[in-house]
Structure formats: C-alpha cells, structure tokens
C-alpha cells in the first residue's frame, strides 16, 4: 500500500515537473522577444522664443533628426497648428518625434538632443525648450531636457531607466503570470518531494522494527 501511494505521488511530481518545464521554456522563449511587439513613443519638443530672438520656432527641413535614443537618429516634425505668436511678439510651436518602443531597452536609455539656430545665428537666440518622453497607450510622460538658449546652441544627452512594463505592458503580464504558476508548480513539487522523503522514511523505520 505504501508503495503504491509513493509511486502515485512520484508520477504526481514527475506530471508536476513537466509542467514546469514547459512554463520554463515558455518563458525562456517570451523573455528576448519583448522589442518585437512595440508600444508607441513620441519626444515631445516645446520651444518658446523670446520677441528679442532673431530665431524662430520651426524646423528648417521638416523630418530632420534633431533627437537620437540610444543612437538611433529620430526624424522630427511639427504639430499641425501649434505654432503659436503672442501680442508681445514672442513665439512658441511644438514638435514631435514618433518611435516604437523597440528602440528602447530595459534599463538605461540615452536620449540626445541637437538644436542650433539655421546660418549661425545662435548668437541671437532667445529660446526656452522644454523635452519630454511621452506614451500616451501608457499614460506615460518623463521629463527629458529642459534647456535655456542665450546666444547658444544646444547638444546633450540624458539617460532614463524604463522597466519591461513602460515598453512592452502586454509581455510583461505575461510573464509576471507565467512566474505565478511557476511559483505555485514549484511549491508543489516541493511538497510531493517532501511527502515522498516521508514514506521512505517510514517505510525505513517499519522494515526496521522487530518482527
């Protein structure tokens, strides 16, 4: 009778252990394909220039890469409608960057940022910029650059850590799922195990007791 139940709880580990081999796998095969299902990103530029600035809030070329995330160059345009001027004779307008997601990477990111004024006449710019990257599926919005130009152009970089969920939500529910029933698989092997440890032991004991 002992053995018959200790080779059930055997079979039952072994069916266990199967399980979890396959979740395993499966999570092995989910982890490195996060960056071909991408989310939508954009870096949103806003710029305001002061009446006094001798440049003006547009692109010169429209689809020019004024912003790289981890080197990969980012074709800039404007926003349909947002330039903007003021009874003071300032000026603003918006500009945007659209990317996917598969751009970025779990961890660090690096977002570069290049703006000079056309001909040379950075030393006649007045202009505030003000950079942030936005995913509107996530709700997401980071600060990225916030930049004052007085007589100057600007180039920097900036780093932002983004976790699986803020570039692939989807794949990161999957797996936090798939680890759940990996962690409930486990707990359950371990039981079996420690039941089956039980019955030898037992088994031990009697086959050692006088007859």
Same mark, same amino acid.
């Given at each position: 009778?002992?053995? %018959?139940?200790?080779?059930?709880?055997?079979? %039952?580990?072994?069916?266990?252990?199967?399980?979890?081999?396959?979740?395993?796998? $499966?999570?092995?095969?989910?982890?490195?394909?996060?960056?071909?299902?991408?989310?939508?990103?954009?870096?949103?530029?806003?710029?305001? !220039?002061?009446?006094?600035?001798?440049?003006?809030?547009?692109?010169?070329?429209?689809?020019?890469?004024?912003?790289?995330?981890?080197?990969?160059?980012?074709?800039?345009?404007?926003?349909?409608?947002?330039?903007?001027?003021?009874?003071?004779?300032?000026?603003?307008?918006?500009?945007?960057?659209?990317? +996917?997601?598969?751009?970025?990477?779990?961890?660090?990111?690096?977002?570069?940022?290049? /703006?000079?004024?056309?001909?040379?006449?950075?030393?006649?710019? !007045?202009?505030?910029?003000?950079?942030?990257?936005?995913?509107?599926?996530?709700?997401?919005?980071?600060?990225?650059?916030? /930049?004052?130009? +007085?007589?100057?152009?600007?180039?920097?970089?900036?780093?932002?850590?983004?976790?699986?969920?803020?570039?692939?939500?989807?794949?990161?529910? +999957?797996?936090?799922?798939?680890?759940?029933?990996?962690?409930?698989? $486990?707990?359950?092997?371990?039981?079996?195990?420690?039941? /089956?440890? +039980?019955?030898?032991?037992?088994?031990?004991? $009697?086959?050692?007791?006088?007859?």
């Amino acid at each position: 009778m002992r053995g %018959s139940k200790e080779f059930a709880l055997r079979r %039952s580990g072994a069916a266990v252990l199967q399980k979890l081999v396959a979740l395993v796998t $499966m999570l092995a095969v989910l982890a490195p394909s996060f960056a071909r299902a991408g989310t939508p990103y954009t870096v949103l530029w806003k710029s305001h !220039h002061d009446a006094e600035s001798c440049g003006i809030p547009e692109l010169k070329t429209e689809g020019t890469a004024i912003f790289e995330v981890n080197q990969t160059p980012l074709p800039t345009y404007r926003v349909p409608g947002a330039l903007q001027s003021y009874g003071d004779g300032s000026r603003s307008n918006t500009r945007e960057a659209e990317f +996917d997601s598969v751009l970025l990477l779990m961890g660090r990111n690096e977002f570069y940022f290049g /703006v000079h004024t056309i001909n040379g006449n950075d030393w006649c710019t !007045h202009a505030h910029d003000v950079v942030h990257l936005v995913s509107e599926p996530l709700g997401l919005n980071k600060p990225l650059f916030d /930049v004052r130009r +007085d007589g100057a152009g600007f180039e920097g970089s900036t780093a932002v850590d983004l976790s699986l969920s803020e570039i692939n939500p989807d794949l990161a529910r +999957d797996i936090a799922e798939l680890e759940v029933r990996i962690a409930r698989l $486990m707990t359950e092997l371990l039981r079996n195990a420690a039941r /089956v440890a +039980d019955l030898q032991t037992s088994r031990s004991w $009697m086959s050692g007791s006088p007859g």
